[in-house]
């Protein structure tokens, strides 16, 4: 654990981040006038929810859900259908 003053944090925040990060700081103290005022650590690593497939089953590609894609186009370039 170290510790460092608040001017100290402010100029080096993303290298005290960094080092909680990497893992060769486990928690990093902050003092305002030589008193002890707040912790920097890690957070809790959680397992983001799955997303990929959220809608399976869900509802039914047609097979010919690419053939506007030509007009589609000129219609983005601004071109004459």
Known sequence: MSSVNMLE?????SRLVEAIEQGTQREII????????????PLEQTESSRRIG????KFVLPDDIDADNDVITKLFAGDEV
Do not use: M, P
């Open 54 to 57: 959220v809608a399976k089953g």
């Open 9 to 13: 944090a402010k100029t080096h925040l």
């Open 30 to 41: 902050i003092a305002r006038n030589g008193r002890k005022v707040a912790r920097l650590v």
